[in-house]
């Protein structure tokens, strides 16, 4: 664990404001650039925050907004409640990013009771926030989160394509 100044600067140029609580970057764009942070579930002010995967880099961020914009959260929540096998990868994604959070939580000697079992992005039972299963997916690699490597799929991305 650990961010340098170089990648809090750069993040901050992607959010147009300084980034809360990142503990590092998770996922970067081929060329170096951040496009994942993880942060930590508390916030440096005392808020619980249990989004741990966070998109950062503004054009995958804006492709991500125009697939929700376009209905493809409801797409996914309809194909959620009819195909267990979908059901289930998400299930267990669910509990993958909670073991992760966990992980980073101990790693900062944290207690965060009030997020207890809360993931993101609706996990583990519909889709609300693609940006955070889209950063899951990044964060986690192939595999482990299939709304959001489906998403991936769907934008064309690739890790040695550059998005900048």
Partial sequence: MGVSESELAAIEAQLGRVPR??????????????????????????????????????????????????????????????????????????????????????????EVPEIAGISAGGMPTRVKCLHALVGHALAAGCGVNPVGDETLKLIGYSPETCLC
Avoid: K, W
Avoid at 56 to 79: C, K, Y
């Fill in 21 to 110: 609580g990142v503990v590092s970057v998770a996922a970067s764009c081929q060329c170096g650039e951040p496009l994942v942070v993880a942060t930590a579930p508390r916030l440096p002010d005392g808020t619980p925050f249990p989004t741990t995967y966070y998109l950062t880099h503004p054009g995958i961020t804006a492709v991500v907004s125009r697939l929700e914009a376009d209905g493809l959260m409801r797409q996914f929540n309809e194909r959620l409640a009819d195909d267990a096998e979908l059901a289930d990868a998400y299930a267990a994604a669910h509990q993958a990013y909670i073991d992760d959070r966990e992980r980073i939580a101990a790693s900062l000697e944290l």
